[in-house]
């Protein structure tokens, strides 16, 4: 399964946002066998309206929804490239995580102390990101000892050798990894380091309920500089999540109203990190369960049956499919078929997002 970490300095949500995601899947649980693996680990459901409009057309007995995991990584602070706080271990964290959330403080509240005295999201952003692009030098340099050598004789070493100067150079600048320009074959010399600031990342900007439907300038300060990186912005208010799943079911939709706003933010920001991960969905549909199941952009329709059982990967022989849309359009599989939409895809097949699939295979 996927891995998003939760980052950002201390004090800015992000705990808040990370029990609230853990509230939500608790609440899901019926649907899919939850589990904190670690206190500090969540698996949570992808939210995906389609689910309930296939179950429908199936009189499905249940939906499952597909899943990815959040890691709440506390305690990054200014210095912990250095070994600051406990910076060693955080840093650590980060490198098993797929994408990066990064929790930036918009609010404002004189009762929550704010590590650098005052909301200024740029700021934060920048400290965050220099801590990271910090890391990453201190590997890159130690990597390129080694190449430098190397390089002498090898061809390979020497393409490695030029794409780390290259990251060095942006990295003494303070650029994140990602937004330093590398050939392809670069890029993918350079891959196996697991560079923190390589990441994909998302801003998540945590805004008081008042904030929530309007934004603000923090809000605008944000979406500046992930413009800048082409990175994504999601606002967020973690105190209204949190307030959200204490409150009965019925109620949800009212204080949500009052506040001018369908939702809190917290399912924009797992659909995004989703897509920010490069997953699709593929999903089936039957009277027992309409389920959501996660592949990766480009995978073939025998991987894609794969992640059900290996036994379908194995036995492969066809995989029926149509469209979701052409699904709910038809009505029902049968009248779908009448009108020849769905196909008889075959091994080489590229599944796409929102096919809904049957496979046929030999045991
Ligand atoms: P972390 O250190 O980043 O994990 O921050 P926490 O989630 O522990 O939050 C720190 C404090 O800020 C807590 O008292 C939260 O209740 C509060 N907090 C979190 N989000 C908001 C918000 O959107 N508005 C306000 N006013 N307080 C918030």
Redesign the pocket.
């Known amino acids: 399964m996927l891995r998003a970490g939760i980052v950002?300095?201390?004090?800015?949500?992000?705990?808040?946002?990370?029990?609230a995601l853990v509230a939500n899947a608790k609440a899901d649980a019926a649907n899919f066998p939850f589990c904190t693996i670690e206190p500090n680990v969540g698996v949570v459901a992808v939210p995906d309206e389609r689910l309930s409009v296939l179950a429908k057309i199936s009189t499905s007995e249940q939906i499952v929804p597909t899943r990815i995991e959040f890691v709440?990584i506390?305690?990054l602070v200014k210095g912990a490239s250095k070994g600051e706080g406990l910076g060693n271990q955080f840093l650590a964290n980060i490198r098993e995580v797929d994408a990066i959330v990064h929790?930036v403080?918009?609010?404002?509240?004189e009762?929550?102390i704010h590590v650098s005295g005052s909301v200024d999201p740029v700021r934060d952003i920048d400290v965050i990101n220099l801590e990271l692009a910090l890391a990453d030098l201190a590997q890159v340099e130690r990597r390129m000892e080694r190449t430098r050598k190397q390089a002498r004789t090898s061809k390979e070493a020497q393409l490695e050798l030029e794409a780390l100067e290259k990251l060095s150079a942006g990295l003494n600048e303070g650029k994140s990894a990602r937004n330093i320009s590398l050939t392809e074959d670069e890029a993918e010399v350079v891959k196996p380091l697991g560079l923190l600031s390589a990441k994909p990342i998302i801003y998540a900007a945590?805004?008081?309920?008042d904030d929530l439907a309007s934004g603000n300038e923090w809000v605008e300060q944000v979406r500046q500089v992930a413009t800048a990186e082409t990175a994504e912005v999601v606002v967020?208010?973690?105190?209204?999540e949190?307030e959200l799943v204490e409150l009965p079911e019925d109620e949800r939709g009212d204080f949500l109203e009052s506040l001018g706003v369908e939702e809190g933010g917290l399912k924009s920001l797992i659909r995004a990190t989703y897509n920010l991960l490069g997953l699709r969905t593929f999903l089936t549909t039957g009277p027992k369960e309409t389920r959501a199941w996660t592949i990766i952009a480009g995978m073939k329709a025998p991987q894609a049956a794969g992640t059900i059982h290996t036994d379908f990967e194995r036995g492969f022989i066809r995989a029926e499919t149509v469209g979701y849309d052409d699904l709910v359009t038809s009505g029902s599989m049968n009248a779908a078929k009448d009108k020849g939409l769905v196909r008889a895809e075959g091994k080489e097949y590229v599944v796409q997002e929102g096919d809904v699939m049957l496979f046929r295979f030999n045991v």
């Open positions: 950002g300095l201390p004090n800015v949500g992000k705990s808040t946002l990370f029990n709440d506390a305690g929790v403080r918009c609010f404002d509240d009762n929550i945590n805004v008081s309920e967020v208010s973690a105190q209204v949190s």
